[in-house]
């Protein structure tokens, strides 16, 4: 049975882990491994450890970035990171991280912060099990969380 790891942070404001994982369970049957660490920039190594010490097949790294500058430069440093965990481990980390400033409001901020770990969790399901029907999605302007752009019209 295929492993997903879930690693999530204190940081965030609403608790994207939980979401992703239920929205996992709603649809197949996996074993998955949780792990919380306090920031994005400690989600690097965290996934890193969950496929080479706990098997994962593949990480959903979830996070929220601040609205201040440090917070986007702290971003980006984490994206670094991942990327480089991927490299590193050749398995997928799928990056699921809402910006705080995303959302106009906070109402929609924890819409956003439930939905895209939720839209993620059936990316990652999709990767695991049916990688065909992403490549029928594929140009098709896909989004997490707000309304799909769509495809473009010649
Ligand atoms: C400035 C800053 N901004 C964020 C952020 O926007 N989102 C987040 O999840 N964590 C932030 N952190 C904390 C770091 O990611 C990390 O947890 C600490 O530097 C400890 O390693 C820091 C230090």
Known sequence: MPIIGIADTTFA???????AIDEIQKNVSVQIKRVT??????????????IE???CDIVMALGM????????MC??????????????TNTHIIEVFVHEDEGKDEKELAFLMDRRPREHALNVIKLLFKPE???????TGQRQGFEDAGPLRM
């Open 75 to 88: 971003a980006h440093e984490a994206s670094q990171g991942l990327i480089m965990a991927q490299l590193m």
């Open 133 to 139: 029907k992403l490549v029928k999605e594929a140009g």
């Open 65 to 72: 970035p601040g609205g201040k500058e440090k917070d986007k």
């Open 13 to 19: 404001r609403y608790n994207m882990g939980r979401a």
């Open 53 to 55: 010490e706990e098997g």
């Open 37 to 50: 660490v306090p920031g994005i920039k400690d989600l690097p190594v965290a996934a890193k450890k969950l």
